[in-house]
């Protein structure tokens, strides 16, 4: 496997001049869905889909209980989540309170495990395919087109 990125054109705001750059995005490859990690999970621990879905939602259950009381919560080699706060500055001490904190959020600090996975995959130039459907019928062979560049009719 590896990671796929394509080059993208960037204005960058912050100075000026509004300077143009190159930047390399990551295009996502998919998502998996919770039920078919779970079926997977089930086949490399030999449990049901079922078990490890009840033991996913006690997991949650029991972090959202933890973060909830202000503990970090360590999960092996996966990584820690902790709870974590934004809040804006003040000049004075007596100024600083609750009032202050404008963000709640959890920050995840990634294991080894983790680590080292984000270290060893390989990284390749995503191309996306041609696509170009505008070049006449009689350019294919899809067995049906005329020879004034028309398409085959799909319900034939």
């Not at 990125?5 to 143009?20: A, C, H, I, M, P």
């Not at 963000?103 to 696509?131: E, H, Y």
């Amino acid at each position: 496997m590896a990671l796929k990125y394509v080059v993208t054109k960037q204005v960058f705001g912050f100075d000026e001049s509004k300077t143009e750059k190159y930047v390399a995005r990551q295009v996502a490859s998919g998502q998996v869905s919770f039920r078919k990690l779970c079926t997977q999970v089930g086949q490399i621990c030999g449990a049901h889909r079922g078990t490890v879905q009840l033991v996913i939602a006690g997991l949650i259950d029991a972090l959202i209980n933890n973060l909830d009381d202000g503990k970090s919560v360590q999960l092996g080699e996966f990584g820690t989540f902790r709870p974590g706060i934004r809040a804006k500055a003040a000049s004075t001490e007596e100024d600083v309170s609750a009032e202050n904190i404008y963000r709640r959020r959890i920050i995840f600090t990634p294991g080894t495990a983790l680590k080292d996975v984000m270290n060893k995959v390989s990284i390749t130039r995503f191309t996306a395919p041609d696509t170009d459907y505008t070049k006449s019928a009689s350019n294919y062979d899809n067995g049906g087109g005329s020879d004034y560049g028309e398409a085959p009719d799909p319900g034939i």
